[in-house]
């Protein structure tokens, strides 16, 4: 038996999400169907990143257990062949069976995409969120350094969430303007449900006026979920991947 | 009566291209409903590029006549109220009621973008072409030279035009790297039909080293469509935009 581990690039537009239900179509599902036809034998992912519906991804990781002698870096294009367009496994490579993509030390990077105009482009529809409006970019930039850290981030944590602890670090978070879009980068430990969405919106009411750079501190250390700005739409998030230690 | 101009940007990935035609939907077609229901009777544009299905635009040009009260500046604003997202009109102004956007002198720019890499990212699949090969882009720079200036462009037209002259005058043919993805961008007084797509496929075959850039002025004068590249596919053509001489 070997494990393998697949890297998922993903567009998210047209599938419920990345976690598997009933009667409706999911990366895990199409994935997990794909494979299956590839192997002659069902087989189940565990991914490392359930991903909302029309979330995009370029990273998102999975692993799966097999008996197959096919080599693990072809796994990729044996795969590729099975899937859509719109799911496209980017590397395939082989880990020890105890390795559990949800259960490493990592380093997740999140993209948030803002674009500001007068319309929104058409091919930018799908993947970037739009305003009318122009967002101060330097507030936003200075609005950043409070996040750095562990911290407790319960004040951005969507309700419902079951995770144990509300603690979390954060490695780095950045703004920068490309063109007409304002792209907020953001890599941690991990993330709670809607945590990126959350301090993207939350960064977007700096780039407003409607928030300070200064009061970024003081909605952190409040733990509480009204005090930050609002969850932005899912369509202008990205996963962009992530490095693990080993 | 009046006469106001759009800028249309659209994705054309859901269309059978600009032109309207019986029982499919096009741009023009949704555009003019879209039009007629603002104004509350029957409108027809006329557009400047029939661009074909699976065709982007920043910047295609039409235009339509009323006597309605509505502000140029504000017809934008009340159309793309009636359109779907993957259509908007970008800006609307008032012309004289002899403006024909086929008919006048204008600088037009199209883009193609051919991404190169192990798998085609799911987001960039409707707006790129995709090759698992790298492009010598130093070699594709210079073979831009030989296009420049007022020349026979017979080589580079798809057959079935019913262009009058094949004659054309191009104004700049750049090549860029973006990231993974080689960007083509030209501009000129006209283009053939496919001509851009051609030209395209013309320079990815100096990129793949099956052609030289000192190849392709011996290909624009023998005026022999068999001599130049391949049509590349419409998904990785952006139309610009015009730039009008007044």
């Not at 105890?98 to 030390?105: L, M, S, T, Y």
Request: include cysteine.
């Amino acid at each position: 038996m070997r494990r393998i581990r697949l890297y998922v690039a993903y567009d998210g537009t047209d599938y419920h999400g990345w976690q598997i239900q009933k009667n409706s179509k999911t990366i895990e599902s199409v994935l997990n169907a794909a494979i299956s036809d590839l192997l002659g034998t069902e087989t189940l992912v565990i991914g490392a990143s359930r991903t909302d519906a029309g979330v995009q991804a370029r990273g998102n990781v999975a692993v799966f257990d097999c008996d197959s002698r096919i080599p693990a870096e072809k796994m990729a294009g044996a795969i590729n062949a099975r899937l859509p367009e719109d799911i496209r496994i980017v590397k395939s490579d082989e880990v020890d069976l105890n390795w559990h993509p949800r259960k490493q030390d990592c380093r997740k990077t999140y993209e948030y995409r803002i674009t500001s105009g007068k319309v929104q482009l058409p091919t930018k529809r799908l993947y970037s969120h739009f305003t009318y409006n122009n967002l101060n970019v330097n507030a936003m930039k200075k609005a950043c350094a409070a996040f750095i850290g562990e911290h407790d981030f319960a004040a951005f944590c969507a309700a419902g969430s079951q995770a144990d602890s509300t603690i979390r670090t954060i490695y780095a978070l950045k703004v920068e303007k490309e063109g007409n879009e304002t792209v907020i980068r953001v890599t941690g430990n991990g993330f709670l449900y809607n945590m990126v969405r959350i301090i993207a919106g939350t960064l977007m009411d700096v780039g407003l006026g409607k928030k300070k750079p200064e009061d970024m501190a003081g909605i952190i250390r409040s733990l509480d979920r009204t005090q930050a700005g609002p969850t932005l739409p899912a369509k202008g998030l990205m996963l962009v991947g992530y490095e693990y230690d080993k």
